[in-house]
């Protein structure tokens, strides 16, 4: 809540609030109050969400092994630096029009409120990402040398849980993202800077700690296999019961062993990944329809 109080009285200070849309090159009074909210309650959400997911973070870490919370509550200061820098110049590059900065040159109070909120937003973007990504880290090193075992795999499921709340961020900031059509004018442009970044974003944080777990189970897969492949080949197709039956054993061994995944998911996890995935599209979905429904009731 600091935040959305900080930013509102910078908005404020510069006139924001009170600025005409056509001066500032915004199609519409509505279209400028969407970015508006976006400025203040995407960093908001994501601030908020920090705490909770590093909580949550530490709980998982604590259930893995006594030493990893020691790791996740130390995020060097490079990673944050770097996740500022990067979202800095992602703001500067490719989020700020160029006509902004001929209207801040010019001392456009309102336009330095939009580009000083744009740039904050994207340096907490930066830097969130960027601490949850050291975050997958420790665990990403932690599962080099964890005990597993293929065949039971419901204790390395800590693994997958961990980046479960920063897929469930990403969502939330593309939903967020749908007050850009408060308006009802669904401007896929207006998507597509930030959807640049969180998919590809959520898909790394998602992927990386439980990559090294991913890669051990895969290569002892891979051992089993080709042990069951060595045996089946040098047993008999003919012989007496016993031999046989032995080999039914073995086909029946490597089918289980074909059937064995190396991602440490079980279905909740996969259900709900699937669910994340519905919602953005359904959000900016009905924010298409809104616009449609609007402009019938309009002209009809």
């Known amino acids: 809540m600091s935040y959305l109080a900080l930013s509102g009285g910078l908005f404020a200070a510069t006139g924001l609030f009170d600025a005409q849309a056509q001066q500032l090159q915004f199609s519409s009074q509505g279209q400028l109050a969407g970015l508006i909210l976006l400025m203040m309650l995407l960093p908001t959400w994501m601030i908020g969400c920090m705490f909770v997911t590093q909580r949550h973070s530490m709980a998982i870490a604590r259930r893995l092994s006594p030493e990893l919370p020691q790791g996740i509550s130390k995020v060097p200061g490079s990673y944050v630096w770097a996740g500022l820098g990067a979202g800095l110049f992602y703001a500067l590059a490719f989020n700020v029009p160029t006509s902004q900065y001929d209207q801040v040159l010019a001392g456009s109070a309102p336009m330095i409120g939009i580009f000083v909120g744009q740039v904050l937003l994207w340096l907490g973007v930066g830097a969130l990402i960027a601490i949850r ?96 492949r060595r045996k089946i080949e040098n047993a008999s197709e003919q012989g007496s019961d016993a031999e046989i039956a032995a080999l039914e054993f073995l086909l029946k061994r490597r089918d289980r062993i074909t059937a064995l995944h190396t991602w440490p998911l079980d279905f909740a996890i996969w259900r709900r990944l699937f669910f994340y995935g519905l919602i953005p599209p359904l959000a900016w979905l009905g924010a298409a329809v809104v616009e449609v429904l609007v402009q019938s009731v309009l002209t009809g």
Not at 134 to 151: A, K, M
Not at 158 to 172: E, H, K, N, T, Y
Not at 186 to 196: A, D, H, K, P, V
């Open 133 to 228: 990504l050291y975050v997958g880290g420790v665990f990403y090193r932690y599962g080099q040398r964890v005990e597993i075992t293929i065949f039971e795999q419901s204790r390395l499921q800590p693994f997958a849980r961990i980046s479960m709340l920063d897929v469930a961020i990403a969502v939330g900031c593309m939903v967020i993202a749908t007050v850009q059509s408060i308006d009802a004018q669904f401007r896929i442009g207006n998507y597509l800077s930030g959807l640049l970044v969180a998919v590809p974003a959520a898909t790394a944080l998602l992927v990386r700690p439980m990559w090294t777990v991913h890669s051990r189970l895969k290569m002892r897969k891979n051992e089993l296999s080709d042990e069951i």
